[in-house]
């Protein structure tokens, strides 16, 4: 364990001050409650931008564990299969219940380019809101921006193909350009803009020459990054919105480090531990329930994670080996046997659900996955699987053909029917 810390630093002038002083005596400014947990975490942590640079090292460590999994290019730019396996923001999973994606999404990554431009802007822009604000209401600021952000896409990817068909703003906005309910979201730029926006607010409400400064250059940097929203296809604006809004609204609420009060800085102290274990709950918890089996190719075993096979072809058996076949065989034969045995049942449930999986954006999976949990006498999961499959047919699916899009909406409607399904 490491010696207790007898000094710590000024937040402004850098000064080394006693822990048991509440007034810097270089600069004057008042020093938030000092007590086990920050000795404890001002030992282990770095003494210049610590949260800053823990997000980045976060950042990078996921980035880096998604390409050792899936190995090939997506060392360098992840598929949107990786992506979603490793807890991207998807709409179809988050309506079935997997809010921790919310905070999974941020620390997730499309490219280099991606990760790198996220990277740079935390860097310089971190430091300022961190310096300022303190350790504890900075990371809220982050956590908090951060899930409003995947929250307004999560919305947005639902309303936004609808809207496009009535409102159509050429090359900007058209139901081919938006995002849809079946598209992932990643990155901690909605973050980032939350940032920007605290540093607006506050360098605003300060009001002086510095903070004047500070808000203006900000102000420039927000610009920047709208339009490069509205020129370049796939960034998600909604994501960077929220994010803005609610990081003005902490900027306006949240006090400056030199201007808390002391049950103000105990109150953010316990925000800022809880964002800690959000965080960390967020990302293991996903890392624990996600299933195991990564298929290089989506269609053929061995499935192999780590270089480990967890689930060996059989040559004897090769409609086996294609968990879509063999969910379409075993769906087959469910409806033709009055009377199917558990076997049957259970071979239909394991290789639907994980084809649903293996192509969530497939609205027939859906309804695959559904069949099998009724025939398993799983009805809310029937109804689930139902729910979600038409959201995915009706906003998420966009070049499909409107018969077939026709014959798989019947076929919703009759089977939550039939379910009884609300």
């Known amino acids: 364990m490491p010696a207790p810390l007898k ?18 005596p270089y600069c004057e400014k008042p020093l938030e409650p000092y007590g086990p947990i920050h000795r404890w975490l001002d030992a282990i942590l770095p003494e210049e931008q610590p949260i800053t640079r ?11 564990l998604m390409g050792l999994v899936a190995g090939g290019t997506s060392i360098i730019a992840p598929s949107t299969y990786t992506l979603i396996h490793f807890g991207a923001m998807f709409p179809p999973y988050i309506m079935e219940g997997q809010w921790w994606r919310l905070v999974t999404a941020l620390f997730l990554h499309g490219d280099l ?10 860097w310089i822009v971190g430091p300022l809101i961190e310096n300022s604000f303190g350790r504890a209401r900075y990371l809220t600021a982050f956590l908090l921006t951060g899930v409003v952000s995947t929250l307004c896409s999560f919305l947005w990817s639902s309303l936004a193909p609808q809207l496009a068909q009535v409102i159509t703003i050429p090359m900007l906005f058209t139901p081919e350009t938006v995002s ?19 540093g607006i607010a506050a360098g605003h409400k300060v009001n002086n020459p510095m903070g004047l400064e500070i808000r203006n250059q900000l102000l420039s940097w927000m610009g920047f990054i709208a339009l490069f929203g509205l020129l370049m296809p796939g960034v998600d604006n909604a994501a960077h919105l929220g994010g803005f ?17 002391r049950v103000g800085g105990m109150i953010f102290g316990a925000l800022g531990g809880l964002s800690v274990a959000i965080i960390f709950g967020a990302l293991i918890g996903h890392g624990v329930a996600m299933p195991r089996e990564y298929p290089p190719d989506l269609a053929r075993y061995p499935t192999a994670i780590f270089g480990n096979v967890l689930r060996p072809a059989d040559p004897e058996d090769p409609t ?26 259970t071979r239909a449930r394991v290789n639907c659900v994980e084809s649903r999986y293996y192509e969530p954006m497939n609205p027939y999976w859906y309804l695959a996955s559904a069949a099998a949990l009724t025939a398993d006498k799983d009805r809310d999961g029937a109804c689930r699987e139902l729910k979600v499959g038409r959201r995915v047919l009706d906003v998420g699916m966009r070049s499909l ?18 379910i009884g399904c609300d």
């Open 7 to 24: 000094h710590r630093k000024c937040g402004y002038c850098r000064g080394s001050v006693p822990v048991e002083y509440t007034e810097c």
């Open 54 to 64: 823990g997000l980045m090292v976060l950042a990078v460590m996921v980035f880096a």
């Open 113 to 122: 380019l991606h990760i790198g431009f996220n990277l740079y802007g935390l």
């Open 180 to 198: 849809t309910f079946s598209t992932p979201s990643v990155g901690m730029s909605g973050a980032l803009t939350g940032l920007i926006g605290v």
């Open 245 to 261: 809004l609610a990081g003005l609204g902490m900027g306006y609420v949240m006090p400056l480090k030199d201007r808390a009060q």
């Open 320 to 345: 086996f080996n294609n968990p879509r076949d063999a969910c379409g065989v075993a769906i087959e034969e469910l409806e033709a046997t009055p009377e199917p045995s558990q076997e049957l049942i």
């Open 401 to 418: 053909e409107p018969s077939l899009r026709g014959a798989l909406a019947s076929r919703f409607e009759q089977m939550s029917a039939a």
